[in-house]
């Protein structure tokens, strides 16, 4: 990773010891870093240059965090969109591409 590039980490507790590693590896490197959790005080959120925190009802109660998953992919979702309308004719191209290779998939 350099400077030009942008990591995004998602993680619940924002302290899995491999995405910590990797993301401080990234950092050494230059590269911005976005993170999506359900703890803002967390390690992770104290690499980020930006955190982004969504939390579902069912954090106090279990360690699985279904909803919160569901929150940080729509949170996820919403970062490609934004992406996607600032960068029109890449995305499109990058759309076509993937299409592309599903094609490749289907043909066998």
Do not use: W
């Not at 993170?35 to 959120?45: D, E």
């Not at 979702?77 to 600032?86: C, F, I, K, P, S």
């Amino acid at each position: 990773m350099t400077a030009d590039d942008v990591v995004i980490a998602v993680s619940h507790s924002g302290a899995s010891k491999e995405l910590l590693q990797s993301v401080q590896a990234a950092r050494e490197n230059g590269a911005k870093v976005i993170v999506i959790t359900s703890h803002g005080q967390s390690p992770l959120a104290a690499l980020a240059d930006i955190c982004l925190c969504g939390m579902g009802r069912e954090v106090q109660y279990t360690s699985e965090a279904g909803a919160s998953r569901l929150i940080h992919m729509a949170i996820g979702d919403v970062l490609y969109t934004r992406v996607a309308m600032q960068e029109k004719a890449v995305f499109q191209d990058n759309m076509e591409k993937m299409r592309r290779e599903i094609v490749k998939k289907r043909q066998h």
